[in-house]
């Protein structure tokens, strides 16, 4: 657990300063963001039982993911995007991705972020010794990527999105990865849509494809890369993706008329607050909805 705590660096501390960072530049067709009904979602990728990807140093993807996807989260709400909402699900992989979605497209969310953490395939995997036992690493690749999938039912939205967030963290110096077009990926290979902001098509992902909203995965950088787990763990790097998601959503949202109008999004949301606590027979553990 401490060492849990050490790779995953600082607590929350989301500030006010960090969305004042660089300013999100208008889209063209833009008017003011309406902040207060604008929904989106924030998907932390995996469950705590079936944890996707495991670190060099061991520690399960599932924890960068959480931890980065409360960060985003907190500053959301703290600039004012309140009915931001924090999705956490339960349960194995399949099971889990179904209730995912269902949730997702129940909240009828204005725009749908998932958060990964990013790892190779087997075959690139060496070997290394971290406090005492064998672990894998790669520290071939680094960087973060963006996908979208050409299948969602807003396509030119979900480009839209991915493009801003790219952009906004190429601004604050972060690079994506190229690797992804690599023959050696195998089926892991895919088309690079957009070679600036590192955007990547991906159709079959079904959080991306199956979500009626734009929808858009990014991984947010190697972990099992020793020197960038090690970074993604790091306060300094969760707060600037956290700002970059932030005014990426901004102007996003400064381009669209949200899904709900102000006074009936918070009549309905006193409503889906109970309509959606938790159920026993629901596997999403926790739905953070304002
Ligand atoms: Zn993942």
């Known amino acids: 657990m401490l060492r849990l705590l050490r790779v995953l660096g600082l607590p929350i501390a989301a500030t006010l300063a960090c969305a ?11 008017h003011a963001c309406e902040r207060e009904p604008f ?39 703290d600039t004012g995007f309140r009915r931001s909402v924090l999705l956490i699900t339960e349960g194995r992989s ?65 480009l839209q999105f991915a493009r801003l967030l790219g952009t906004q963290l190429r601004e604050r110096g972060l690079h994506y990865t190229p690797h992804y077009t690599d023959r050696i990926m195998g089926h892991r290979q895919r088309l690079l849509v957009d070679a600036q902001a590192g955007v990547y098509r991906y159709d079959q992902l079904l959080v991306l494809r199956d979500t009626d909203m734009p929808a858009v995965l990014l991984e ?15 306060d300094e790097h969760q707060t600037a993706v956290s700002a970059a998601v932030v005014d990426a959503v901004e ?16 009549r309905a949301s006193g409503v889906s607050k109970q309509a959606t606590a938790p159920a026993a027979a629901m596997p999403v553990r926790a739905i953070k909805q304002r």
């Open 20 to 30: 004042a960072a660089p300013a999100a530049r208008a889209e063209p067709g833009a």
């Open 39 to 77: 929904r989106i979602v924030i998907d932390v990728g995996h469950t705590a039982q079936a944890p996707g990807a495991t670190s060099a140093r061991g520690v399960p993807e599932f924890a960068f993911n959480l931890k980065l996807a409360e960060r985003i989260e907190q500053l959301l709400l």
């Open 94 to 158: 399949r099971k889990g991705l179904a209730a995912r979605i269902k949730r997702a497209n129940a909240l009828g969310a204005d725009l749908f972020l998932s958060i990964h953490h990013d790892s190779v395939p087997n075959k690139f995997l060496e070997k290394w010794k971290f406090e005492g036992k064998e672990r894998g690493f790669s520290d071939r690749f680094s960087g973060h990527s963006i996908f979208i999938s050409h299948d969602n039912s807003d396509r030119v939205g979900s």
């Open 220 to 234: 947010a950088g190697s972990i099992i890369n020793r020197d960038e787990e090690l970074r993604m763990g790091s």
């Open 251 to 266: 102007s996003f949202c400064a381009t669209r008329r949200p899904r709900s109008p102000t006074r009936e999004a918070s």
